[in-house]
Structure formats: structure tokens, C-alpha cells
């Protein structure tokens, strides 16, 4: 989570939504930065066109790059998200509903990037994936 706090308050880089969630997931399995901004640069604002969201797209990314991709994981992750947001999952639905200024756009944004890393991350460590992360901070 701190990973990822870092880069979407990072001023000199953006990192859109999918990146937000994607990047520190992918550095743990030996991606660089550069190659996990580059998996989903097309990803944010709803793969630019205000479909589903950057956030969504980036944690389906990251459970898929640690082997999470079976039907059922896809299923918790999108309903966990969906809970949490009364069944939406559309990046143009989620901004008019939640956000009624300009000034409340990026902190929802990182509010959904936060959400599905808490989301992944809790799934990853249930399905016993982030062993070696858990290790190494101990």
C-alpha cells in the first residue's frame, strides 16, 4: 500500500489508476517500472474512454501476474469492488456519481487505487501468494 501511495502522490511522474495499483505488484515479481507502466498505461480513465476503471483493470492485472486468475478470484475481486461502490465498476459512472467538483476527482481516483490494493493484497495473502513479501518485512 505505501508503494502505491508513493506513486500517486508522485509530482513529477503520473501514474494513472491501473499503474497506481499494478506497479508495486509487479516490482515484487521483477518487473521494472517502467514495463508495469507500460502493461497498463492504457488502462486509466477507464482505458481512456470512461470504461472500467483504471483501479479495477490494475488489481485483475496484479491477481492475474501472482497466478490469482481463475474465474472465482476474478468474481471476489469485481464484487468486493462493486460493493463498495453500489454495483458500479464504469470509470464515467463512478466519477457522476462521486465526485462533484473538480477538486474531488483525484481523491476518489486514489481512493479506488487504495481500495483494490487493499483488495489484492488481502486475496494474495488469503491465498497464501505474498508468503515472501510478508516474510521480508518481518
Request: glycine share 10%; proline share 1%; net charge negative.
Amino acid at each position: 500500500m505505501d508503494r502505491s501511495r508513493e506513486l500517486r502522490m508522485d509530482q513529477t511522474v503520473h501514474y494513472n489508476c491501473a499503474q497506481g495499483v499494478l506497479v508495486p505488484f509487479a516490482e515484487k515479481k521483477g518487473l521494472s517500472v517502467e514495463q508495469a507502466r507500460g502493461l497498463a498505461a492504457n488502462f486509466g480513465s477507464g482505458m481512456r474512454m470512461g470504461e472500467v476503471c483504471g483501479a479495477i483493470t490494475g488489481g485483475l492485472m496484479a491477481l492475474g501476474l501472482y497466478g490469482a486468475d481463475q474465474e472465482a478470484d476474478t468474481k471476489e475481486f469485481l464484487t468486493r469492488m462493486k460493493n463498495m461502490h453500489e454495483g458500479r465498476v464504469r470509470c464515467k459512472e463512478l466519477l457522476a456519481q462521486e465526485v462533484h467538483s473538480r477538486e474531488q476527482k483525484k481523491p476518489h481516483c486514489d481512493n479506488m487505487v487504495f481500495e483494490a490494493v487493499e483488495i489484492v493484497e488481502d486475496m494474495l495473502q488469503a491465498r497464501g501468494l505474498l508468503k515472501e513479501e510478508i516474510a521480508a518485512r518481518q
